[in-house]
């Protein structure tokens, strides 16, 4: 039970951190520091991989649990059904404290990615009206115009008329 506890303390931790990157992130964003972003995203891709390491190692210590205690499953067993088959009521307390704080932090954790998400949107939105403020096209150009300059129009219209 301990090496399950241990782990799952260990990937509280990480969650913490990856919240904590988040909220870096979100301020990044908001600041426009692009190099500031990209270390976060770095540090944050290096958590992730941290985190599905000890999600194996959950998963491996709750099966040598099960198997310490002669049952035998097939599939992964999730916090929730391992309470279930807890006898020591301190371990189904530290179990549910963690498992709670765990799903507490995943929700957290939603919400900033979220909005970040959102921010970052807003910001491909605003750099696309910028774009297209700037590109001029043919059916906005005045009407009079010297046919010697439709070319050279033309041609600076095509340098920025794409999307971003």
Not at 88 to 100: H, I, N, S, V, Y
Not at 149 to 160: E, H, K, N, P, Y
């Amino acid at each position: 039970m301990e090496a399950i506890l241990q782990t799952l303390d260990r990937q509280i931790d990480v969650h913490r951190a990856l919240l904590k990157l988040s909220r870096q992130k979100r301020d990044a964003i908001v600041h426009n520091r692009i190099d500031e972003l990209n270390r976060i995203t770095g540090n944050e891709n290096k958590l992730i991989k941290l985190a599905e390491e000890l999600e194996a190692a959950r998963i491996e210590a709750v099966n040598a649990y099960m198997r310490s205690k002669q049952l035998y499953v097939t599939a992964a067993i999730t916090v929730s059904t391992l309470i279930r088959f807890v006898v020591r009521l301190e371990d189904k307390e530290a179990l549910t404290q963690r498992q709670q704080e765990l799903v507490r932090l995943i929700e957290e954790l939603r919400r900033e990615n979220d909005l970040n998400r959102q921010l970052i949107e807003q910001s491909l939105d605003f750099i696309q009206y910028s774009l297209d403020l700037l590109v001029v096209t043919d059916d906005q150009e005045a009407v009079y115009r010297n046919p010697s300059q439709s070319v050279s129009s033309a041609a600076r219209s095509a340098l920025f008329d794409t999307k971003a």
